[in-house]
């Protein structure tokens, strides 16, 4: 039976979701996934996103509680959820997700915004690129890359300083998506489980999150190597 959820508001002006079991939601699917089942992992996060969007009021405007450890699950399961999406090939629903959470989390601790300018770039949507490129920090690896793919959509050419910022500053990206294979070994899944997983393992679920991009771009891959 589908649970009773609610949104509370706070005395901070914040709001709390109530009744969703969102975080045990999300330990499940982290435990589905580190023994190997995706795909009942995505439907896992797909069901409790579902939930959660049903239990938005479309004419309210709610911006969640981090600090509540149930909202921040709920928005946390989102971002995952897009990610799965995005994963598959389904660019348009990851970004509407992701978009969502961006309007229920104003200040992006989940750096969704990031991940929307990628599917921006795949979508060719340059007006909303550009302002979501804003929101990403220009010291990041993803600020490089998503030049370097800008341009190469644009004008077919590569932006130098870009590349070479990759490979200088941003080594274990660059060499993740020079990569001719992307291991989800066990080390990789102890450490996607870890509150600070090293650089190797974020470039490595970078390129995971984002890899069905490449696949239907593999000459941009080509330039960046």
Not at 51 to 73: C, F, G, K, M, V
Not at 160 to 169: D, K, P
Request: net charge negative; proline share 3%.
């Amino acid at each position: 039976m589908p649970r009773k959820i609610s949104l509370k508001p706070q005395p901070t002006g914040l709001w709390h979701i109530v009744g969703g079991g969102f975080d045990n939601i999300l330990q499940h699917s982290h435990d589905l996934e580190y023994d190997g089942e995706w795909e009942a992992a995505c439907e896992a996060r797909l069901e409790g996103v579902e939930q959660i969007l049903n239990a938005l009021d479309e004419e309210e405007q709610y911006t969640l509680d981090w600090n509540d450890r149930e909202s921040r699950a709920a928005m946390e399961l989102l971002y995952l959820s897009a990610t799965d999406h995005l994963s598959i090939g389904e660019v348009e629903t990851a970004a509407t997700l992701w978009e969502q959470l961006v309007e229920l989390d104003e200040e992006d601790r989940t750096e969704a915004m990031t991940m929307l300018a990628f599917c921006y770039v795949a979508l060719e949507d340059w007006e909303c690129l550009e302002a979501a490129m804003f929101d990403v920090s220009t010291k990041s690896p993803e600020y490089h890359l998503l030049t370097l793919w800008e341009t190469f959509r644009r004008t077919g050419g590569i932006e130098q300083n870009a590349l070479h910022e990759l490979r200088t500053r941003h080594r274990e990206w660059w060499a993740e998506f020079s990569a001719e294979e992307h291991p989800a070994d066990e080390k990789y899944l102890a450490e996607c489980q870890s509150d600070r997983p090293s650089q190797t393992t974020q470039a490595r679920q970078l390129w995971f999150a984002t890899a069905t991009l490449w696949a239907q771009d593999k000459d941009f891959l080509k330039k960046v190597k």
